[in-house]
């Protein structure tokens, strides 16, 4: 069975910092890309980032490129979003994601989510 | 960027009732749109790939249909777990990007 499991939302002032982890089982996990979707407050889904298997290729929302940064641990079987220079509109539910094969493909499995609330 | 459009926002339907929602592209798009359904509290989860495979575990009554530009998700029979939001997305181009969301409520 996939499971996907977030970690490490909570509480933040603008400016700072926070990094997400996903922790990954039930596939394997290097032969397959992973990525980030978040929802804001009673708003719809938005595409965050995602990730090679090998982690070799990485791809960002226009919103977060430069302020934020994918990598994973294939040995670990985890996915991780360091966020840098958090702003209020970061807030949001943050779900890890598996597409079905490649950067290029739908997402088959999602995690539970993680809150990250960014006020001062 | 590809926008996506559903409509409509919201429908309020009866159990029994079939449920027609769409999605258009704004470039086309081949059949690389995924669908997903959400319910309040809990992850978005995946209904519809290839804009009209339908992932294992399904109910056959979630229908999906369209190529290129306009893509239809169709329920044939609404039942009280079908109560959600839906929404589409295209995975035809980064960056992926889903529509904003059809809310199914209880008429």
């Known amino acids: 069975e996939v499971q996907l499991v977030e970690s490490g939302g909570g509480l933040v002032q603008p400016g700072g910092s926070l990094r997400l982890s996903c922790a990954a089982s039930g596939f394997i996990y290097s032969s397959y890309a992973v990525g980030w979707v978040r929802q804001a407050p009673g708003k719809g889904l938005e595409w965050v980032s995602g990730?090679?298997?090998?982690?070799?290729?990485?791809y960002y929302a226009d919103s977060v490129k430069g302020r934020f940064t994918i990598s994973r641990d294939n040995s670990k079987n985890t996915l991780y979003l360091q966020m840098n220079s958090l702003r209020a509109e970061d807030t949001a539910v943050y779900y890890c994601?598996?597409?079905?094969?490649?950067?290029?493909?739908?997402?088959?499995?999602w995690g539970q989510g993680t809150l990250v609330t960014v006020s001062s | 960027d590809i926008q996506m459009t559903q409509s409509p926002s919201s429908l309020s339907a009866s159990v029994g009732d079939r449920v027609t929602i769409t999605c258009r592209a704004s470039q086309v798009i081949s059949n690389w749109l995924a669908w997903y359904q959400q319910k309040p509290e809990k992850a978005p989860k995946s209904l519809i790939y290839?804009?009209?495979s339908l992932r294992g575990g399904v109910p056959s009554r979630f229908n999906g249909s369209g190529s290129g530009t306009d893509f239809t998700l169709t329920i044939s029979s609404l039942q009280p777990e079908d109560f959600a939001t839906y929404y589409c997305?295209?995975?035809?181009?980064?960056?992926?990007?889903f529509g904003g969301g059809t809310k199914v409520e209880i008429k």
């Open positions: 990730i090679s298997g090998s982690g070799g290729s990485t």
């Open positions: 994601a598996k597409y079905c094969s490649s950067p290029s493909c739908y997402f088959d499995y």
């Open positions: 290839a804009a009209s």
């Open positions: 997305q295209q995975y035809e181009s980064y960056p992926l990007t």
